[in-house]
Structures are given as C-alpha cells and as structure tokens.
C-alpha cells in the first residue's frame, strides 16, 4: 500500500490471563477504505479496536496514524492525535449517559476538542443529527427515549462529532433487531462515502462482513490469521478457520430456514 492513512505494526495487548488478547498484529488502511475484521467471539477484535484508538495502549507496537505513532506519545498529546480515530461500539444502551440529553452528549465532544464555539454548538448538533437520519427535536431529549437501532445512530452521531478521519464500528448491528440492522450498515457506508471516512468494521458473520468490505481480516486467538483480498471470495479462504466460520454462518441460516 503505497500512501496508507493508518499503519499498524505488531501491536499486542495481554490483560493477565493466561493468553495474550492481542498477540502482534499487524495491517494498513488505505484512506477512504472500509477493511472489515471477522473472528469468533473472544478472538481479539475489540481488544484491536481500543488498541488501535488508543483508548487503550498496546503493550507492544506502533499504530501509526498520519506518519505518527500514537502508542509512543504522551498521554497529552495523545489525547489531541487520537480524535481522529473515533469507535462506535457493539451496545448502544451501555454507550450513552442516561442523565445527559443527546445535544449536551453531542455537544460537548465538540467543546472538549475545540472543534465548535459555544454559540454555535446547537447547529452543529441539527446538523449531526440530520446526517445520521434523526429528527432535530432528538437534541433536547434523553437516551431513554430512543430504540436500539436509534441509540446506535447517536452513538454514530457522536463519533462523527470529533470529526474523525477513521471510524471503527466494532459490531455496531450485532445487538440490533435484524430488522433495522441493515439501516445501520447502510448508514455507516453512506456516511464513509458522503465524509470521505475510511472504517474498520468488525463483525462475527463472515458473510455480512465480507458483503460490507472488500478486504477483510480474519482474526483467531488474537492473531490475524488470513487476509482476504479485495479480488478473492471468502469461499476461496486458505484457512480451515475460515473456512470453519463460512460454514458456521451457512448451518445458522440452514436451521433458521
Ligand atoms: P472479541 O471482541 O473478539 O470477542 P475481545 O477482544 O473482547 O474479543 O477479547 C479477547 C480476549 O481478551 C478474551 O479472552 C477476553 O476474555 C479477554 N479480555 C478482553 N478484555 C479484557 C479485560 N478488560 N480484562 C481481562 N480480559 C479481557
Ligand atoms: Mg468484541
């Protein structure tokens, strides 16, 4: 990859158990790629996500934003250089401030970053809230008052307000009604498209991933065990692993059909 806007080499992360949850691993995003990355549960994804926005600091390795290793910089200057990576997590009720109303939840990532002036703060909220489809009135109300698949258009709403030039969506359906599932998706596509955004989407299903993103990384035991290309279909996968979640994927669909 020629121009890459991240470059992650070897980053690991052992939390005390027996095996590391994040044993060296290493990839690139292209700018304006959506990369997915598929696993079992337990195999490391997330713990890859909070490594790789520096919510969380790798024990070992770089994670290179723009040119800049943002794993080796102090805890200040990490705390302006990685607003450009934001992530939207898998539960939506667990992800919001139950006591705060949405526009002061929004709000306030954009004073916190200097990225709006007080006076302005309530349109660039309309503005957030009409990008990820909900109404302007949601400003004023509280996350009580909104659906799963609502609460995760905030949350969206919140990450895009640190105006990030990446965006890791770590399971962002996987606790939604199916029915409203594919809205989301469709959202976080659009948005990519709409912002010039390159994302990480993370997810269990190797089939809705693959489908979602023309590169994808295969995760097992927090190892990237297999990457399939853009050009190859996940049904050509190298690895039984792989293979194994396909065909995890296919006998769920044959006994719910
Ligand atoms: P995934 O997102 O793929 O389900 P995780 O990254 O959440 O995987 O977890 C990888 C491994 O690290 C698991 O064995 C999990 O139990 C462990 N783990 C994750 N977070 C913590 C933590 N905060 N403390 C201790 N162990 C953790
Ligand atoms: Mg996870």
Redesign the pocket.
Known sequence: MSDPILRVEGIS?T???P????AGASFELAKGEILGVV????????????CVALLERPDAGRVIFKGEDLAALREGQLRKRRRGIQTVFQDPYASLNPTKTIGDALGEVMLVHGLAVRKEIKKHVAELLDQVGLPTTAADAYPKSFSGGQRQRICIARALAAQPEILIA??PVSSLDVSVQAQVVNLILDLKDRLGLSVIF?G?DLQLIDFIAPRVLV?LA?EIVETIPADRSIADARHEYTRALMQAVSKLETLAG
């Open positions: 992360k939390y005390g158990g095996r590391p949850a994040l696993g079992e549960s337990g195999s490391g994804k997330t713990t890859l996500a909070r770590d399971e993370i269990h995760m927090g």
